[in-house]
């Protein structure tokens, strides 16, 4: 199974939200759709680069490019 969670970001990724939001990850995910894991998954990544010092609004515009794909298909 660990194996597996190394494979798959999203996997470990659901594993970590649901930790943190203090569910099981079955709950995490009938709760939430796709777009919200989407945001949850960009917020951590945010928060990573600001963590490293980088600059986190230059990383929000980015990730903010690469919704706006996603939103375009919507």
């Keep these: 199974a ?3 969670l190394k494979q798959r970001g999203s996997r470990y ?3 970590a939200l649901a930790r943190e939001l ?3 990850v079955r709950e995490l995910l009938e709760r939430t759709d796709s777009v919200e894991l989407s945001e949850w998954r ?3 990544e945010i928060e990573n ?3 490293k010092g980088e600059d986190a609004e230059t990383v929000a515009d980015k990730i903010k490019a690469g919704f706006m794909q996603f939103k375009e298909r919507l």
């Design 42 to 44: 960009a917020y951590f």
């Design 13 to 15: 990724f659901y594993f």
């Design 49 to 51: 680069k600001r963590l």
């Design 22 to 24: 203090g569910m099981t």
């Design 2 to 4: 660990g194996k597996k």
